[in-house]
Nanobody
Framework: QVQVVESGGGLVQAGGSLRLACVAS????????MGWYRQAPGKERELVAS???????NYADSVKGRFTISRDNAKNRMFLQMNSVKPEDTAVYYC??????????WGRGTQVTVSS
């Protein structure tokens, strides 16, 4: 089992910045990829960005050039630096952990609200 906790959400003005953090605990030796997902009201959960254990990254087109995902394997932490945020970035952001055995673990989410 892997436990996942997000932090760093809040209210930010359009054009501003926010940094989300995710900490994993438990069977962290089993972690392979990590990622950030988001879900806006009335919409499906979508991938924002992901990063493998080797550091390869993937971004949704809507956040490319504005968001940066990073990872500290030694401390089992992951970050999402959000710059030039837009009102459409408003959502609950979830941390996802995928193990080498294809199991998924999720945090409870952190709310990000961007005001125009």
């Amino acid at each position: 089992q892997v436990q996942v906790v997000e932090s760093g959400g809040g209210l930010v003005q359009a054009g501003g910045s926010l940094r989300l953090a995710c900490v994993a605990s438990g069977s962290t030796f089993s972690i392979n990829a990590m990622g950030w997902y988001r879900q806006a009201p009335g919409k499906e959960r979508e991938l924002v960005a992901s990063i493998t254990s080797g550091g390869s990254t993937n971004y949704a087109d809507s956040v490319k050039g504005r968001f940066t995902i990073s990872r500290d394997n030694a401390k089992n932490r992951m970050f999402l630096q959000m710059n030039s945020v837009k009102p459409e970035d408003t959502a609950v952001y979830y941390c996802n952990v995928k193990t080498f055995w294809s199991l998924d673990f999720w945090g409870r989410g952190t709310q990000v609200t961007v005001s125009s």
